[in-house]
């Protein structure tokens, strides 16, 4: 069964999470082996700005699965508004946000001071104090993962 990418994108904002999550994982999938959803870039910078936070996350993930693909260099203009959101208002839309910013670095490298400088910058004291160890561990680990490429 190939996968319509086009219907699959559309579950992305489906109301019930979990049919919105099994799209993503599809989409995630075909990502990794094919330029197809490279194709939505656009929709996926404005999934960004989305009020709803799991649409925001899915936009962040599918972006960064899509970076080996970004000939046209959609992602170098939409990479302020991407690293905004390592401080997302939702902490665990801003953690998944760090923890896929490797994958950008690695196949964007000229992207990768960018990533750093906004990661080093990034203010984490707008959170819980529960959180901004979390969030804290987070980007240390992105930021050696990053070293190493």
């Avoid at 939505?40 to 925001?56: E, F, G, H, K």
């Avoid at 490298?109 to 819980?128: F, M, Q, R, T």
Wanted: glycine fraction near 2%; include cysteine.
């Amino acid at each position: 069964m190939s996968l319509n990418i086009a219907e699959t994108f559309e579950l992305l904002f489906d109301k019930n999470n979990n049919v919105a999550y099994k799209a993503l994982q599809e989409l995630q999938k075909e990502s990794i082996e094919t330029d197809c959803v490279y194709l939505y870039m656009d929709r996926l910078s404005d999934m960004l700005d989305s009020d709803n936070s799991y649409i925001r996350t899915r936009g962040l993930t599918l972006i960064a699965y899509n970076a080996r693909w970004d000939k046209d260099y959609k992602i170098d203009e939409i990479i302020d508004n991407y690293l905004k959101h390592i401080t997302d208002v939702k902490p665990i839309t801003a953690r998944q946000c760090i923890k896929l910013l490797p994958i950008i670095a690695k196949d964007k490298p000229e992207l990768k001071n960018d990533i750093v400088s906004a990661l080093h910058k990034a203010n984490i004291g707008i959170y819980d104090d529960s959180m901004q160890s979390l969030v804290y561990k987070d980007i240390q680990k992105t930021l050696k993962e990053i070293e190493k490429l």
